[in-house]
């Protein structure tokens, strides 16, 4: 197996338990009925901050976080370039490359 699908292969196995912990935190929405860039105010999954701040969404598990909360990039094997990324995926995806053999 290439280094490439070992990287997804891990992906998808980090990604789950961080999409089910980032569910855990949040009503369940439907994507397709609620557009990415709503007017109504969201919260962080993280730390709960609401109002009008700017929300971003983490490009690996897709969850919705304030700029505190979402501040690395991190290049994905869905993207060539590096994605916003929320500090728990940050730290967990940086977890898994370290100690994924070059």
């Given amino acids: 197996m290439d280094g490439k699908h070992k990287i997804q292969e891990e992906h998808v196995k980090l990604k789950q338990p961080l999409e089910e912990s980032h569910r855990l935190q949040s009503p369940p929405v439907d994507e397709q009925d609620q557009p990415l860039l709503?007017?109504?105010?969201?919260?962080?999954?993280?730390?709960?901050?609401?109002?009008?701040?700017?929300?971003?969404?983490?490009?690996?598990?897709?969850?919705?976080?304030?700029?505190?909360?979402?501040?690395?990039?991190?290049?994905?094997?869905?993207?060539?370039?590096?994605?916003?990324?929320?500090?728990?995926c940050h730290e967990q995806l940086m977890k898994q490359y370290s100690t994924s053999p070059g």
Avoid: M, Y
């Avoid at 730390?47 to 701040?53: A, D, K």
């Avoid at 976080?65 to 916003?84: G, M, V």
């Fill in 38 to 88: 709503s007017e109504e105010p969201q919260v962080c999954q993280l730390c709960q901050e609401g109002g009008s701040l700017t929300k971003n969404v983490c490009e690996n598990c897709r969850g919705t976080f304030c700029d505190a909360c979402s501040t690395n990039e991190l290049p994905l094997p869905s993207s060539i370039k590096p994605e916003r990324v929320c500090n728990p």
